[in-house]
């Protein structure tokens, strides 16, 4: 069932148009991630839909519900990460949480929500002291104190080392065990990969693809990348590169010296292949991997970028 329908979504600041033309749906309880690279329109578009701004054209319903006819409602039931100056520095992470719950109608216990993002032992804590990663995961618990249907978090992670972002990814896997819809953009590939049911890359203010990560990967390419580094050297290389070449399931090689790498559609049995060979020749193999594509390949492909943070 879809919670979120957004349709020929458009935007525009003065002559720069930063939202062409979005429209996709989210089905209850999933996690969405939006990525892009910078400018690409993935915040205007998240803006839009939080109702922080208001789309040139297009349509957005949230459970039914519009912004110009329900705005009162679907405040209700969604939740905003804030940004860091949204909170306030002075009072305590119990305090933010419970001057935030005083907004709604209805809220979580504050407890539950401290419980959730790991920082009971820092309740009594000044959010001026706290850690970068403890503050984000404070924004996340402001986000989730009214007990949204729907969380929007806008790069969560960015900045964080990578223990803090991982603290961030388990908030998000706790939410989607307690059947909330998230919302997410980020700046880092695993963890859309990671995290997401389904992945929209927008770029140049238009969706370029949209699917599950498995699928987008897949129907990138079945090949996959294959390294051996030799131990006996560039020769022995050389020799089994014209081996590997001449296999009907191997796509192109690549020679570095005495590592070889070679892209397959059938790794395993090109591998099969490969090491009947060097056994035969008494080669040593000293490394051996095989390299799935990733999320990343996915995203280049599409929009001719490499990543950039």
Known sequence: MSILEVKGLRKSFGAVTAVEEISFTVEAGEVFTIIGPNGAGKTTTLEMIEGLQFPDAGTIVLNGMTWDKDADRIKMIIGVQPQSSAMFDLLTVEENLDLFASFYPRSKQTAEVLEMINLTDHRAKRVKALSGGQQQRLAIGLAMISDPQIIFLDEPTTGLDPQARRNIWDIVLKLKELGKTTILTTHYMEEAEKLSDRVCIVDQGRIVTLDTPAKLIDRLTKEREV??????????????????????????????????????????????DVFGFTKEKGYRVEQVSIREMSLEDVFIAFTGKEWRD
């Open 227 to 272: 390294r051996l580094f030799f131990q006996d050297g560039e020769a022995a290389a050389q020799e089994t590169e014209e081996v590997a070449k001449s296999r009907p399931s191997v796509v192109r090689t690549a020679l570095e010296g005495s590592a070889l790498k070679l892209w397959s559609v059938q790794p395993e049995e090109t591998l099969y």
